[in-house]
T-cell receptor, first 113, second 118 residues
Framework: NAGVTQTPKFQVLKTGQSMTLQCAQD?????MSWYRQDPGMGLRLIHY???????DQGEVPNGYNVSRSTTEDFPLRLLSAAPSQTSVYFC????????????FGQGTRLTVV | AQKITQTQPGMFVQEKEAVTLDCTYD???????LFWYKQPSSGEMIFLIY??????QNATEGRYSLNFQKARKSANLVISASQLGDSAMYFC???????????????FGQGTELSVKP
């Protein structure tokens, strides 16, 4: 029973490099989302999706791209990494109903040098 | 636009005492859900409790209860009989309704770090 799987757990990037954070869920959830967590800022929503082929921006979308070609996968792409993108990234998924909680991956700690 | 505010960056509580963590929210949608999550030092996010905007009674889950005051737009978490294992970061979150009254995006507050003293 895997739940939400994020890879990698840790990553160091150089400024200007690109990379993709992977997120997969096996619960057939419609809703998936990406957050970044920074000290004192809580979890801020980057992008979210309510189903395959449907994505939308959250609070802090700049510098990130997403796509949702399948129900299971929701990758987050950093186009040109910047030190300001150093953070812990969480992927989450849930059913679409209002009263259902989100399930989170273990997080990815990203450092951009 | 929806907004969640947690004004207590850090709190201390004595073991076995009760503690209240504050959360206020702002939304123009009459249909919304409120959640509390716990994040221990290990980093995982643990769902604690849920309150719907139309729920008539305050939600309870074991030692957790949610003091929901709709007119004041507050959804405070009450932890009774604190334990050392309750030391963690706590996040309040809100989900507004979307089409067909299904859940829209989920947003979080800044969090409150709770420390339980022996």
């Amino acid at each position: 029973n895997a739940g939400v799987t994020q890879t990698p757990k840790f990553q160091v990037l150089k400024t200007g490099q690109s990379m993709t954070l992977q997120c997969a869920q096996d619960m057939n959830h419609e809703y998936m989302s990406w957050y970044r967590q920074d000290p004192g800022m809580g979890l801020r929503l980057i992008h979210y999706s309510v189903g395959a082929g449907i994505t939308d921006q959250g609070e802090v979308p700049n510098g990130y791209n997403v796509s949702r070609s399948t129900t299971e996968d929701f990758p987050l792409r950093l186009l040109s990494a910047a030190p300001s993108q150093t953070s812990v990234y969480f992927c989450a998924s849930s059913w679409q109903e209002m009263n259902t909680e989100a399930f989170f991956g273990q997080g990815t700690r990203l450092t951009v040098v | 636009a929806q907004k969640i505010t947690q004004t207590q960056p850090g709190m201390f509580v004595q073991e076995k005492e009760a503690v209240t963590l504050d959360c206020t929210y702002d939304t123009s949608d009459p249909s919304y859900g409120l959640f509390w999550y716990k994040q221990p030092s290990s980093g995982e996010m643990i769902f604690l409790i849920y309150q719907g905007s139309y729920d008539q009674q305050n939600a309870t889950e074991g030692r957790y209860s949610l003091n929901f005051q709709k007119a004041r737009k507050s959804a405070n978490l009450v932890i009774s009989a604190s334990q050392l294992g309750d030391s963690a970061m706590y996040f309040c979150a809100m989900r507004e309704g979307s089409i067909y009254n299904q859940g829209g995006k989920l947003i979080f507050g800044q969090g409150t770090e709770l420390s339980v003293k022996p």
